[in-house]
């Protein structure tokens, strides 16, 4: 769709409009007409593409796919272990995984290795274990890849290395 100028208070700004994937329109403002227009063009090679990713599934918090995590354990083990890793992940749970960053995954493990401000006496954790807990993460990032909550994910610190991405692959028509 062409982006629509719109003037209020004499300041011309431009009103950018797509459908998604879902059929509801989204629309974002820009000051320049050649920013609406390349949005509005990646926007609708995303749902061309099948790459398009709703923009609220992004503002689930980290706590609310983590419960999800826990419920997809099959064993009482690995259930145990997604609930230990949840009950540590400090100022990560009230971060929306859409602006989940590296810079955030690694002062959440410094954190873990050097002792929880969210732990009353806590002193830290072994390298191993945070690694461990790196690595939950990321299998937590890679389902909500695979569910379409995210288009792809970092995961510095996990058994995957710090550049890994995780790529959903695109649907079949």
């Known amino acids: 769709m062409k982006p629509q100028k719109c003037i209020r208070g004499?300041?011309?700004r431009w009103v950018a409009r797509y459908i998604g994937a879902d059929g509801k329109e989204r629309t974002k403002t820009f000051d320049f007409e050649r920013d609406a227009k390349d949005w509005?063009?990646?926007r609708e090679k995303e749902v061309r593409d099948g790459d398009w990713i709703d923009p609220k599934s992004q503002e689930i918090t980290v706590?609310?796919?983590w419960r999800s995590w826990?419920?997809?354990a099959h064993t009482d083990g690995t259930r145990k272990v997604h609930e230990q890793?949840?009950?540590n992940?400090?100022?990560l749970a009230g971060t929306p995984i859409g602006k989940l960053r590296?810079?955030?995954v690694r002062d959440w493990q410094h954190?873990?290795?050097t002792g929880h401000s969210w732990v009353k006496g806590c002193e830290g954790l072994s390298d191993a274990t945070v690694r461990n807990f790196s690595g939950q993460l990321a299998g937590c990032m890679n389902m909500a890849v695979s569910d379409g909550l995210l288009r792809n994910h970092r995961a510095p610190g996990s058994p995957l290395g710090d550049a890994a991405t995780r790529r959903s692959p695109a649907p079949r028509s």
Request: charged letters at 35%; zero cysteines.
């Open 102 to 104: 590296g810079s955030h």
């Open 40 to 42: 509005v063009r990646d």
């Open 70 to 72: 826990e419920q997809a």
């Open 89 to 91: 992940l400090g100022r």
């Open 10 to 12: 004499g300041k011309v």
């Open 63 to 65: 706590a609310h796919l």
């Open 85 to 87: 890793v949840g009950r």
């Open 111 to 113: 954190e873990l290795r």
